[in-house]
């Protein structure tokens, strides 16, 4: 199984360059997310999705731009990278609750891409 | 006002022994699920325990429970018998409101634990 399989897993980045981190799950899992880490902070919501064509903002979404054109994919797009967006990018996702039986709602992640930007 | 706190950097155990790593949360919500995520050097995010706010029971999944002090708004979690691959970073995360509308997890900001032989 797949699972949640982000690309490319390392990028170095010049200032004021754009790119796509690639986010795809095969688990048919309605909520993705995009959460960025970065030492002494944990992990922090960037943005979310809860299905196709439905995105919305989370903690920190300044300089990230996402679209859910499918169930599967959720790219995450830094249209003019800075510094301060050296990070760890993981994507997640999860799947609804079915009304039976205990619902955890864990998310499952990515491996992570890992993104310098200098 | 921070949503999960994780007040120890750091950690550090025998092999063997138990550890507790602290967690407590913030919330006015009365529907809400608690969470531990393992994060090895390797960087992975391995989902270890789910407590849910209405669970009349502690969580516990093998070597793994969870401390759940709903009045005192903890969940701490505990290692029995640590072992050297438990090295890791350690996340609690909580997720506030129920039901297929409300996926988001806020997390704390982690303790590293080590294990020593």
């Not at chain 1, 490319?8 to 309605?30: I, R, Y």
Request: a neutral charge; one cysteine or more.
């Amino acid at each position: 199984n797949a699972g949640v399989t982000q690309t490319p897993k390392f990028q170095v980045l010049k200032t004021g360059q754009s790119m796509t981190l690639q986010c795809a799950q095969d688990m048919n899992h309605e909520y993705m997310s995009w959460y960025r880490q970065d030492p002494g902070m944990g992990l922090r919501l960037i943005h979310y999705s809860v299905g196709a064509g439905i995105t919305d903002q989370g903690e920190v979404p300044n300089g990230y731009n996402v679209s859910r054109s499918t169930t599967e994919d959720f790219p995450l797009r830094l249209l003019s990278a800075a510094p301060s967006q050296t990070s760890v990018y993981f994507c997640a996702s999860s799947y609804p609750n079915a009304g039976q039986g205990a619902w955890a709602g864990e998310l499952f992640f990515g491996e992570g891409s890992r993104l310098t930007v200098l | 006002a921070q949503k999960i706190t994780q007040t120890q950097p750091g950690m550090f155990v025998q092999e063997k022994e138990a550890v507790t790593l602290d967690c407590t949360y913030d919330t006015s919500d009365p529907s809400y699920g608690l969470f531990w995520y393992k994060q090895p050097s390797s960087g992975e995010m391995i989902f270890l325990i789910y407590q849910g706010s209405y669970d009349q029971q502690n969580a516990t999944e093998g070597r793994y429970s969870l401390n759940f002090q709903k009045a005192r708004k903890s969940a701490n979690l505990v290692i029995s018998a640590s072992q050297l691959g438990d090295s890791a970073m350690y996340f609690c995360a909580m997720r506030e409101g129920w039901g297929g509308s409300n996926y988001k997890l806020t997390f704390g900001k982690g303790t590293l634990l080590t294990v020593n032989p």
